[in-house]
């Protein structure tokens, strides 16, 4: 029995001291870096956390039923689902601008109070310089996704840039396209399977996924739910729009970048 103690006397403070790195780091709270400190960050890239998301929302007219910023509500969460998905990655603050109109001849959008809109030039260039910010940072991985229409081409062009550079120095810049086109695919051959409207600007697809992100209606006017027309700035329909709804297609948009991601990334 003494020689027994004396064993584990010898034994458990060297199991400690070995294990004391690992127990000196634990998984980060959040995966979005605007919540994290720099050592935590540092500490998350060195234990695994090696893919960098840039996901664009937009602020934009999104009819009298829904406020300017549903892009960005969207975005961040489904940014926020890629990543836990993953298990790898850390998501970049959302970039709340996209080319939406043309401000001096108020086309697109810009015909509507509060919208924003980046040329597609200045948006490229800051998806670029961001993603160059989290290979500074030691991403090895950076993904470039956007929530809005306008401006894809531009991801994609910024996301060939970068790769032509990194991809030399052993790190990688991707664009994921699939998170928009082929979940909008998806999204509508749901739709048409149920016998409901196609997507459209503001239509069943954008509200249905607002009504589940927002349970307590801060963006959410319920009692505007109309048809769009030329004024209202809606192009779809929607009044048969449902938080059930919304979870689905949010699932299809994650499913959908996740897919290409890991594709991808190696």
Same mark, same amino acid.
């Given at each position: 029995?003494?020689?027994?103690?004396?064993?584990?006397?010898?034994?458990?403070?060297?199991?400690?001291?070995?294990?004391?790195?690992?127990?000196?780091?634990?998984?980060?709270?959040?995966?979005?870096?605007?919540?994290?400190?720099?050592?935590?960050?540092?500490?998350?890239?060195?234990?695994?956390?090696?893919?960098?998301?840039?996901?664009?929302?937009?602020?934009?007219?999104?009819?009298?039923?829904?406020?300017?910023?549903?892009?960005?509500?969207?975005?961040?969460?489904?940014?926020?689902?890629?990543?836990?998905?993953?298990?790898?990655?850390?998501?970049?603050?959302?970039?709340?601008?996209?080319?939406?109109?043309?401000?001096?001849?108020?086309?697109?959008?810009?015909?509507?109070?509060?919208?924003?809109?980046?040329?597609?030039?200045?948006?490229?260039?800051?998806?670029?310089?961001?993603?160059?910010?989290? %290979? @500074?940072? !030691?991403?090895?991985?950076?993904?470039?996704? /956007?929530?809005?229409?306008?401006?894809?081409? &531009? =991801?994609?062009?910024?996301?060939?840039?970068?790769?032509?550079?990194?991809?030399?120095?052993?790190?990688?810049?991707?664009?994921?396209?699939?998170?928009?086109?082929?979940?909008?695919?998806?999204?509508?051959?749901?739709?048409?399977?149920?016998?409901?409207?196609?997507?459209?600007?503001?239509?069943?697809?954008?509200?249905?996924?607002?009504?589940?992100?927002?349970?307590?209606?801060?963006?959410?006017?319920?009692?505007? %739910? @109309?048809? !769009?027309?030329?004024?209202?700035?809606?192009? /779809?329909?929607?009044?048969?729009?449902?938080? &059930? =709804?919304?979870?689905?297609?949010?699932?299809?948009?994650?499913?959908?970048?996740?897919?290409?991601?890991?594709?991808?990334?190696?």
């Amino acid at each position: 029995m003494t020689r027994c103690r004396r064993i584990v006397r010898t034994t458990l403070p060297a199991l400690f001291l070995a294990l004391l790195p690992l127990l000196s780091w634990a998984q980060p709270g959040s995966v979005y870096i605007e919540d994290l400190t720099w050592p935590e960050v540092r500490d998350a890239i060195a234990h695994g956390k090696t893919t960098a998301i840039f996901y664009a929302g937009s602020t934009e007219q999104n009819g009298p039923h829904m406020a300017l910023g549903k892009h960005n509500v969207i975005a961040r969460y489904v940014a926020g689902r890629i990543a836990e998905e993953l298990g790898n990655a850390l998501v970049y603050p959302v970039l709340p601008f996209a080319p939406t109109g043309d401000p001096a001849k108020k086309t697109g959008h810009m015909r509507f109070p509060g919208s924003v809109s980046l040329s597609e030039a200045t948006y490229g260039a800051v998806a670029r310089e961001v993603a160059q910010s989290a %290979l @500074a940072a !030691g991403f090895r991985n950076v993904v470039l996704i /956007g929530e809005h229409g306008d401006g894809q081409r &531009a =991801l994609e062009r910024a996301a060939q840039q970068l790769e032509r550079v990194w991809s030399a120095k052993g790190k990688h810049v991707y664009y994921i396209g699939d998170a928009y086109y082929v979940a909008l695919r998806r999204v509508n051959a749901y739709l048409s399977a149920h016998g409901l409207p196609a997507s459209r600007h503001a239509g069943i697809h954008d509200t249905s996924e607002l009504m589940y992100l927002d349970p307590d209606e801060r963006w959410l006017r319920r009692d505007k %739910l @109309a048809p !769009g027309d030329a004024r209202s700035g809606v192009e /779809g329909d929607p009044r048969k729009s449902s938080a &059930a =709804l919304g979870k689905r297609f949010l699932d299809i948009q994650v499913a959908s970048a996740v897919e290409q991601i890991r594709r991808l990334v190696k």
